[in-house]
């Protein structure tokens, strides 16, 4: 799994739709990461969107993962933990945040806790659709 500072702009072809991309939850063995509580209403959003991956999700940018994400966190411990979709989320002033699919798994399992700015983003979504 390779790993992206929090809020990094995510250049490249890959992107090239989403100028203002940038990246959460693209965590590694041997980065340190915010760990945290995360509202249950964001973890419940980021949940219900990870459901309606399955299927007919976007695989990952190729460009960044070659398609495959284990959780080296898991790994570490002798577990295994793949996933290979992306999650995108717009937020304010048309920045996009993207997001490892693995982003509710570190979440769940391993308490990471998202920049504020990504949560924020998660609850607006939830509120223009309701
Ligand atoms: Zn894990």
């Not at 990094?8 to 041997?30: F, K, Y």
């Not at 790994?75 to 793949?82: K, L, S, W």
């Not at 993207?98 to 990471?112: G, K």
């Amino acid at each position: 799994m390779p790993y992206i500072e929090d809020l990094s702009l995510v250049g490249g072809e890959a992107s090239c739709d989403w100028p203002m991309t940038r990246a959460v939850g693209w965590l590694a063995a041997g980065h340190e990461f915010a760990k945290d509580r995360v509202p249950p209403e964001a973890l419940e959003r980021l949940r219900l969107l990870h459901s309606a991956l399955n299927g007919s999700g976007r695989i990952l940018v190729p460009a960044i993962t070659a398609g495959l994400q284990d959780c080296d966190f898991c790994a570490a411990d002798g577990n295994h933990h793949g996933e290979n979709m992306e999650l995108r989320v717009r937020g304010r002033d048309g920045a996009v945040f993207l997001a490892p699919a693995m982003v509710v798994h570190y979440i769940d399992v391993h308490d990471y806790c998202p920049p504020a700015v990504f949560v924020e983003a998660i609850l607006a979504a939830e509120r223009r659709q309701t």
